[in-house]
């Protein structure tokens, strides 16, 4: 079975472009969660998403990040204008809730570089 | 979300069991107690969760005190692919996973 997939892999951007990282979840899975990997803060939630619909976006550092979920197979995490401190590797997750067990699956992220 | 306290790194020898204790002294009667692992340059992988009984899969076993205020993951004989920073994260309503520092475990030839 396909897992969750990450596009692009790698990204190496100038500081001020835009950048858009993307997100297939698997497939049947109700809930797609963003997190971000740093050295200085470990591994953060973003923002959540059930069933397509935001539900806890206050993980997200600041108007510069938007998430969207247009349909239960796509997301996108969109930084614009990027800054050097983006820098990090950001992980989407996705799970089938299950009262009690909820296991979530990881992609193999997107290492994000701003320069 | 109750706070989990695991020690910074272990050590372990290949093909030998590998015990990583996790404490959570303020855990609520809903938590469940769940273990990830994150290998070098990929994603965070689920291991094993439980409730109050001790649980078995492929990967590994979780037992889990019987005052639930403490848990150990058991890898029955490390491989040097479980080399690994094994995370223990309690759930309770949140649906979201909130990471701590982890145990770094390595694993010796």
């Known amino acids: 079975d396909a897992g969750v997939i990450q596009s692009p892999r790698h990204e190496v951007t100038e500081m001020g472009q835009e950048v858009t990282l993307r997100c297939k979840p698997i497939?049947?899975?109700?809930?797609l969660f963003w997190y971000r990997q740093t050295m200085m803060r470990g591994l953060e939630l973003l923002i959540y998403?059930?069933?397509?619909?935001?539900?806890?976006d206050s993980g997200m550092p600041e108007d510069r990040f938007s998430a969207k979920m247009p349909n239960a197979s796509f997301s996108t995490l969109k930084i614009q204008p990027s800054e050097p401190r983006d820098s990090a590797v950001y992980f989407c997750?996705?799970?089938?809730?299950?009262?009690?067990?909820?296991?979530?699956?990881f992609g193999d992220g997107t290492r994000l570089s701003i320069l | 979300d109750a706070k989990t306290t695991q020690p910074n790194s272990m050590e372990s020898n290949e093909e030998e069991p590998v015990h990583l204790p996790c404490n959570h002294s303020?855990?609520?009667?809903?938590?469940?107690i769940h273990w990830y692992r994150q290998l070098p340059s990929q994603g965070p992988e689920y291991v094993i969760h439980?409730?109050?009984s001790n649980v078995n899969n492929r990967m590994a076993s979780l037992a889990i005190a019987e005052d639930r205020k403490s848990s150990t993951l058991i890898l029955h004989r490390a491989t040097l692919r479980d080399a690994a920073v094994y995370y223990c994260?309690?759930?309770?309503?949140?649906?979201?996973?909130?990471f701590g520092s982890g145990t770094q475990l390595t694993v010796l030839p």
């Open positions: 998403f059930n069933n397509n619909v935001p539900i806890d």
């Open positions: 439980g409730l109050t």
């Open positions: 997750a996705s799970s089938f809730w299950r009262a009690g067990s909820q296991p979530q699956h």
């Open positions: 303020t855990i609520s009667g809903t938590d469940y």
């Open positions: 497939s049947g899975h109700d809930y």
């Open positions: 994260i309690l759930t309770g309503s949140a649906r979201q996973l909130t």
